[in-house]
Nanobody, 116 residues
């Protein structure tokens, strides 16, 4: 079965950096685009970044462009989200996502808190 396990969240000061990881299993990782979403308290889940199956195409939400970088290692079945210049408004639970055979799969999420 599809499993997505996020890690790397934590508490960081404004201006700091974190790298999130999402380890995938149960499907042929290299064949699927991957996405990172986030959900802040009281808000809807929003798409943060997406990467194509081969890694050649990447897209970002306007709010994170120039600060976040999505990448993947198909040999390790892992997708990453490098987050720099973090702001308090980046505080959220971050989720990894894959759409496979018209079904959405999600990890359990990892909490990112940006606060001084």
């Amino acid at each position: 079965q599809v499993q997505l396990v996020e890690s790397g969240g934590g508490l960081v000061q404004p201006g700091g950096s974190l790298r999130l990881s999402c380890a995938a299993s149960g499907f042929t990782f290299s064949m699927y685009a991957m996405r990172w979403y986030r959900q802040a308290p009281g808000k809807e889940r929003e798409l943060v970044a997406a990467i194509s199956s081969g890694g050649g195409s990447r897209n970002y939400a306007d709010s994170v462009k120039g600060r976040f970088t999505i990448s993947r290692d198909n040999a390790k079945n892992t997708v990453y989200l490098q987050m720099n210049s973090l702001k308090p408004e980046d505080t959220a639970v971050y989720f990894c996502n894959v759409v496979r055979r018209s079904s959405d799969y999600w990890g359990q999420g990892t909490q990112v808190t940006v606060s001084s």
